[in-house]
Each structure stands twice: as C-alpha cells, then as structure tokens.
C-alpha cells in the first residue's frame, strides 16, 4: 500500500521498449523484449502544484504555456538526443618486450591517422577489468543508510555477481576431425580452470551446437563432447584439384600464374586423342574445364565463408548484451573471406563499440605444409598411372595456408584480442586466449569532412614515443551513407550502457536497491535512483528550468541472463523556487521488480537531455 501522499504525487506512466532480437541460431534463448511501463514517486511537496483530476500536458504544452503549473511529470513520448556526430572508437592494446600490456600511457601519448590524416583524439579511457563486482557491492554499503525512511529496512545482500564472459566459437565447418578432437581435449582441461565469477558459452559455425552462458562444467563438458565437423561442402577429389584460395587468385585476383598451373594440371586430368604419328590432344577444353570447377570452387567456398562470418557476427551481437567483461574465442584453423572487407569490418565495428575482444586460436597448431600429402586430397588421373603436380602447385598450396591465418590476425589485432598460432601447446593456448588484457585504451575520434560515401578508410593508430613497446590496434572502418536516426542512436547508447558494468559518474545519481519477501518464493525487489536535480543542466525557458531524464533499471540473474528492465521519462519544467527550496534534497525514481529468491545483479542508467550526460551504477543483491 502507497502513503496518500505518495499516491498524490505518482506521474503518468510511460511505456518504451527496446526489442533485442537474438538470432535464430540462438532460438534456445528466449526474445528479449524490454516492455517498460514505470512509475515514479516525486516529492510531495510538488503535489500542491498539479491538479490530480487534471489530464497531463505534452512537453510541447509545458513549454508554451504560462499558465500550465505542472513542473514535473513523466509522459510517453521518446526524449531526442542531440547525437548527429559519428564516433570512430578504436581500442588498443600496448604491450612490452615481454607481452605485457602496458598501463601507464596518456592521451597525449597516441596518435590517430584517418588516410594519413591526423586527427583529435576526443575521447580516452583507460581500461582495468576486475574490480566490477566488487564496484557494485561497494554501491550497495555505501548507500544502504541514505534510503528514504518509508522505505522497507531489509537491504540487499551481498551477492557474487558475474564478471567475465567468455563465449567459445568453434569452427566446425571448417575444422577437421582431428584438429577439433585435440582443441576439444584441451578445452576440456581449460574449462576447469574457471573461476566462481566466469560464465562460458558454447558456440559453433555451424549453429549445431549452442550452450548459453553458465557456470555449469557439466553442461559445458556435454557440449564440447558433441562437437564434430560439419563440413557445408565437401572435397570431391576433382581434377583439376583447385581449392578455395586458388578458385579467388583466378576468377577475383585475375591472376595469370594461377590460372596456367590450373590448366596445365587439367591437361592432364583429360583423356587424349591419340593417333598415329601424334603424341595425343586432350579430348576436352582444359581451360573451360578450369573455368567450370574455379566457379564452383568459389561459390561454395563463399557460401561457408559468409555463414562462418555471420555466426561470428551474431556471437558479437548476443556476448555485447551480457553485464561484464567480454571476448570471444574462435577456434578455428583459419578461411578466407574474398570480397568480404566489409562484412568483417561490421563485425570489428560491433566488437570495439561493445568493449567485445575477438581472441583467435589457429587449431592446426605447428603445422607444416606437405603438397599432396594428403591420400585424400590425390587427384586421379582418367588415364591410369600416376598424375604428377605441374610445377607451382606447390607455392599455391603453401600460399593457401598461410593465407588461412590473416582474418584470424585481423580480428584478434583490430579488438586487442591474442592471436595464438605456431604452436602445438593448446593448453597454453586457452590460457592465453580466454584472458582479458590488462590494461586496454579505448580512443575516439570524429572524422573531419566525413563524406556520406560508404567508404573504407585506412586508420593508423601510432606511439609517438613507442620505445620497445608493440601496439595493436583496427585497421580501418567503413563510412556511413547516411547519419543514424537521433532517437535511434541515442536509445542504442542507453542500451549499450545497460549491458555493461562500466560505470559513468557524470550525473548526480546513486543507487540504492531493498526488498522484501512476500513468501518463500516471491520477492519485491526495489530500485531506487536519487537524483541530486540541484545539479543538473537546464534550460531556461520562460521563467522555468528545462530538462529530460531518461532512467533504465535492469535485473540480470546469476549467469548474466536479462530478467526485466523498466524504463522511465521524467519531464522537468521546474520553477526556480522549486528548484532551489523544494527539491533542495533531490527526486528518487522508484521502479519495483517481482522476482524468485537468488542472487542478481542491478544495473541502473540515467541520461539527461540538456547536458547529454549519462551515469551507470552497479548493484547486486542476494535473495534467500
């Protein structure tokens, strides 16, 4: 039951939904949809300045009116941002001589280059994971005795919050048997090493095999013992034997080498002409034979290459929503991606802008490449006897697989991930893999005279004084073609912030969080965001103070998991009298949550309209 006084001063409720669609190889998770309809308990004080019986006005009307008395008020008309500049975010990754991240760096200290020209560095922060949690249980002790006295007593309890998130993508498509059953054992090993705050997912490129985040080593155990190989096309011994790599040189590099060696080894797939006095003609055209199986070398090749990309994109999508720490571990032996620059520079993009590290690991290990060595791979000869490579065969082959290990170096390099390759030690190599650097430095910028064009732009991130150090940073990003929607950019801010543990201090804001039980499976937990007004930015407008507040609470379970979210917009047109006397000790936004015992973790986030500024807090609370 509300206090009469509380129940005069409740505003008019406001529904928003932020709609965060999984994709459908992800089906087993359910849909997040955010419905938000919120309420919020002003000071009574205000309450002698609106009507109750009287219908809320539109901003619009606040504004207009002089004689409109309302000052504060909630209503259900998304609040625009003045967003309209494109940030480039670029994370890097500074080492020593030793592989150490170094830590001790400055602004002043980088140097971005947008094709070879220098641009401000606007944004800069210096990363240090680990302390998340324990941020957030600080929250709860140093709030607990500012709560508002009509408050229940019970305070939330300390609770072991999620901190890291891991999520493992496998490579099935691409990956042999036996590569995957030795990455498959040492994952086993590895996965024992977790610690109580880790939570790990299992993944494939497939979409065969999907484990969602958990601190369960047994379901984790079951699912890597149903990994194997599924291959979307499969090798038919043709002869001409022309792989993937080779297929691209030919048809999109319009390399002429690659083309002879093809169609010498085709001559001698053909059966021959043979008659008396010659030394025989193939039957066929070998140069349209190498056309035919180039083009459907290629397609197929394309085919596995975008599926493999786009479930490492929705990998990127689905970890960017989960409250922590973030990287994902491909495993995988390597592919190109001809023609595909942008697709994976979307996926650079994603994982930069949601703090997400791409950590690759090259499941063949040491390897060495042995042309033909394969019984398997053999082409046949139409005429019997042996079939002898022509000369160059084997240059194209070594090309091949090194070529496999650039997009797995590219990712890693561009997100300030470890690319572990040349080495058989693949316990060493999830060791190095699923740890989270050090120190990272998230740099921004907006690009000078950015035209609208859609095009790829080279980035050079330097050390003016690099010393012994190495540094690891994207390469490049593609320009827009068209500037976002405002409110969209700036609802995908809020979200961005909400599925993070980051927390922002540019607002008055603190978080206190209470419940209470209602029985041995029901809870009320409450979520309450005290904002000190007196220090807000507001815009003056006939006589009266102006501003918008956009507040999201969020519960998240054990494992990470989104529970329930509730959004408020709060409309201020504040007299300076109430500003000054009457909200002296500030507004407390209440949104109430009806949850089961266990232990979760609280994240709150409030933006302003004028100042543009947004503060993000952490919580946990353990229920028994």
């Given at each position: 039951?509300?206090?009469s006084?509380?129940?005069?001063?409740?505003?008019?409720?406001?529904?928003?939904s932020?709609?965060?669609?999984?994709?459908?190889?992800?089906?087993?998770?359910?849909l997040?949809?955010i419905?938000?309809?919120?309420?919020f308990?002003a000071?009574?004080s205000?309450?002698?300045?609106?009507?109750?019986?009287?219908?809320?006005?539109?901003?619009?009307?606040?504004?207009?009116?002089a004689?409109?008395?309302v000052?504060?008020?909630?209503?259900d008309?998304?609040?625009?941002?003045?967003?309209?500049?494109?940030l480039?975010?670029?994370?890097?990754?500074?080492?020593?001589?030793?592989?150490?991240?170094?830590?001790?760096?400055h602004?002043?200290?980088?140097?971005?280059?947008?094709?070879?020209?220098p641009?401000?560095?606007?944004?800069?922060e210096?990363?240090q994971?680990?302390?998340?949690?324990?941020?957030a249980?600080?929250?709860?002790?140093?709030?607990?005795?500012?709560?508002?006295?009509?408050l229940?007593?019970?305070?939330?309890?300390?609770?072991?919050?999620?901190?890291?998130?891991?999520?493992y993508?496998?490579?099935?498509i691409h990956?042999?048997?036996?590569?995957?059953?030795?990455?498959?054992?040492?994952?086993?090993r590895?996965?024992s090493?977790?610690?109580p705050?880790?939570r790990?997912a299992?993944?494939t490129?497939?979409?065969l095999?999907?484990?969602?985040f958990t601190?369960?080593?047994?379901?984790?155990?079951?699912?890597?013992?149903?990994?194997?190989?599924?291959p979307?096309?499969?090798?038919?011994?043709?002869?001409?034997?022309i792989?993937?790599?080779?297929?691209?040189?030919?048809?999109?590099?319009?390399?002429?080498?690659?083309?002879?060696?093809?169609?010498?080894?085709?001559t001698?797939?053909?059966?021959?002409?043979?008659?008396?006095?010659?030394?025989?003609v193939?039957?066929?055209?070998?140069?349209?034979?190498?056309?035919?199986?180039?083009?459907?070398?290629?397609?197929?090749?394309?085919?596995?290459?975008?599926?493999?990309?786009g479930?490492?994109k929705q990998?990127v999508?689905?970890?960017s929503?989960?409250p922590g720490?973030r990287?994902?571990v491909?495993?995988?032996?390597?592919?190109?991606a001809?023609r595909?620059?942008y697709?994976?520079?979307?996926?650079?993009?994603?994982?930069?802008?949601?703090?997400?590290?791409?950590?690759?690991?090259?499941?063949r290990?040491?390897?060495?490449?042995?042309?033909?060595?394969?019984?398997?791979?053999?082409?046949?000869?139409?005429?019997?006897?042996?079939h002898?490579?022509?000369?160059g065969?084997?240059?194209?082959?070594?090309?091949?697989a090194?070529?496999?290990?650039d997009?797995?170096?590219?990712?890693?390099?561009?997100?300030?991930?470890v690319?572990?390759?040349?080495?058989?030690?693949?316990?060493?190599?999830?060791?190095r893999?699923?740890?989270?650097?050090?120190?990272?430095?998230v740099?921004a910028?907006a690009?000078?005279?950015?035209?609208?064009?859609?095009?790829y732009?080279?980035?050079?991130?330097?050390l003016k004084?690099?010393?012994?150090?190495?540094l690891?940073?994207?390469?490049?990003y593609?320009?827009?073609?068209?500037?976002?929607d405002?409110?969209e950019?700036?609802?995908?801010?809020?979200e961005?912030?909400?599925?993070?543990?980051?927390?922002?201090h540019n607002l008055?804001?603190?978080?206190?969080?209470?419940?209470?039980?209602s029985?041995?499976?029901?809870?009320?937990?409450?979520?309450?965001?005290?904002?000190d007004?007196?220090?807000?930015h507001?815009?003056?407008l006939?006589?009266?103070?102006?501003?918008?507040?956009?507040?999201?609470?969020?519960?998240?379970?054990?494992?990470?998991?989104?529970?329930?979210?509730?959004?408020?917009?709060?409309?201020?047109?504040?007299?300076?009298?109430?500003?000054?006397?009457k909200?002296?000790s500030?507004?407390?936004?209440?949104?109430?949550?009806?949850?089961?015992?266990?232990?979760?973790?609280?994240?709150?986030?409030v933006?302003?309209?004028?100042?543009q500024?947004?503060?993000?807090?952490n919580?946990?609370?353990?229920?028994?």
């Open positions: 039951m509300r206090s006084a509380e129940a005069r001063c409740l505003a008019a409720p406001a529904a928003l932020f709609a965060l669609i999984r994709s459908k190889f992800f089906s087993c998770t359910p997040l949809i419905s938000l309809i919120l309420t308990a000071v009574p205000l309450a002698q300045d609106a009507s109750p019986k009287a219908p809320q006005p539109t901003l619009a009307a606040q504004s207009n009116s004689q409109n008395t000052e504060l008020a909630s209503h008309e998304p609040a625009t941002f003045k967003v309209n500049v494109k480039v975010v670029v994370r890097a990754v500074v080492r020593d001589a030793q592989g150490r991240a170094v830590g001790n760096l602004q002043e200290d980088f140097e971005i280059f947008d094709k070879g020209k641009q401000v560095i606007s944004q800069f210096v990363e994971p680990g302390t998340l949690a324990a941020k249980r600080q929250n709860v002790e140093e709030n607990i005795d500012k709560l508002p006295e009509s229940p007593s019970k305070s939330a309890s300390e609770s072991t919050a999620p901190e890291r998130f891991v999520a993508l496998f490579d099935d990956l042999e048997f036996g590569d995957l059953a030795r990455v498959r054992e040492a994952a086993q590895h996965f090493t977790l610690r705050t880790d790990a299992i993944f490129t497939s979409g095999t999907v484990l969602d601190d369960d080593r047994t379901k984790l155990h079951d699912a890597l013992f149903h990994l194997n190989p599924h979307i096309s499969r090798h038919t011994n043709d002869c001409p034997d792989s993937y790599y080779q297929a691209d040189q030919i048809i999109n590099k319009n390399d002429p080498e690659a083309l002879q060696i093809a169609i010498q080894e085709a001698g797939c053909e059966p021959l002409k043979i008659t008396p006095g010659t030394t025989g193939p039957l066929g055209n070998p140069t349209a034979t190498v056309s035919a199986v180039s083009a459907s070398v290629l397609a197929a090749g394309d085919h596995e290459s975008n599926i493999s990309l479930l490492l990998t999508q689905v970890i929503h989960m720490q990287s994902i491909l495993a995988s032996p390597g592919f190109i001809p595909m620059e697709e994976t520079n979307e996926i650079v993009d994603r994982a930069v802008r949601s703090q997400v590290i791409i950590n690759t690991l090259d499941a290990g040491l390897f060495v490449v042995m042309p033909f060595g394969d019984a398997s791979h053999q082409p046949t000869n139409p005429l019997g006897g042996d002898a490579p022509p000369p065969k084997a240059l194209i082959e070594i090309a091949a090194n070529a496999n290990d997009l797995l170096a590219t990712l890693a390099d561009s997100t300030g991930g690319f572990f390759h040349n080495n058989n030690d693949f316990d060493e190599g999830f060791r893999v699923a740890q989270t650097p050090e120190y990272s430095y740099l910028f690009p000078q005279n950015l035209k609208l064009d859609g095009s732009h080279i980035l050079k991130v330097k004084n690099p010393q012994k150090l190495t690891q940073a994207r390469r490049g593609y320009a827009p073609k068209h500037f976002a405002p409110n950019q700036a609802k995908q801010e809020i961005d912030a909400m599925y993070s543990q980051e927390e922002l008055p804001v603190k978080l206190h969080t209470q419940f209470f039980k029985s041995d499976a029901d809870a009320k937990l409450v979520v309450l965001a005290h904002v007004v007196q220090h807000l507001f815009r003056k006939e006589g009266r103070n102006n501003n918008v507040l956009t507040c999201v609470s969020a519960v998240f379970n054990r494992n990470g998991n989104f529970v329930q979210g509730m959004e408020k917009t709060v409309t201020m047109n504040l007299k300076d009298e109430t500003l000054e006397h909200l002296a500030g507004i407390t936004l209440k949104t109430s949550f009806d949850v089961k015992p266990g232990s979760y973790l609280v994240r709150l986030v933006r302003d309209e004028q100042g500024a947004m503060s993000a807090e919580g946990t609370v353990e229920i028994r």
